[in-house]
């Protein structure tokens, strides 16, 4: 019996980069929700255009998920732009 260990220990797929990469953001739709989220990405980034962010509100409006498309750099950029985003206390999920 031979063993393919390929097949139960699959590697993430790699990122290319540089790539446009959309983070997606959801929290609670508190006043300044968008406004944080946007300034925690662009302290990373440079400044970000209104057509790479995309707003929908929930259902009930009590949630606003907001997707920021970047021009990523590297892991390393994505990952300190994720644990700023997990610092914002409105912030429940960055995907």
């Known amino acids: 019996m031979s063993v393919d ?11 290319d980069f540089p790539c446009l990469y959309p983070i997606k953001i959801i929290g609670k739709a508190v006043d300044d929700f ?12 440079g400044t970000i255009t209104a057509d790479l962010i995309k707003v929908q509100p929930s259902r009930k ?15 390393e950029q994505l990952q300190s732009i994720f644990q700023d985003l997990k610092k914002i206390e ?5 995907l």
């Open 34 to 45: 968008q406004k944080s989220v946007v300034s925690a990405v662009e302290r990373h980034t």
């Open 5 to 15: 260990s390929g097949s139960t220990d699959q590697d993430p797929p790699k990122i």
């Open 61 to 75: 409006n009590n949630y606003l998920s907001v997707t920021v498309t970047i021009a990523a750099t590297g892991e």
């Open 90 to 94: 409105s912030v429940k999920m960055v």
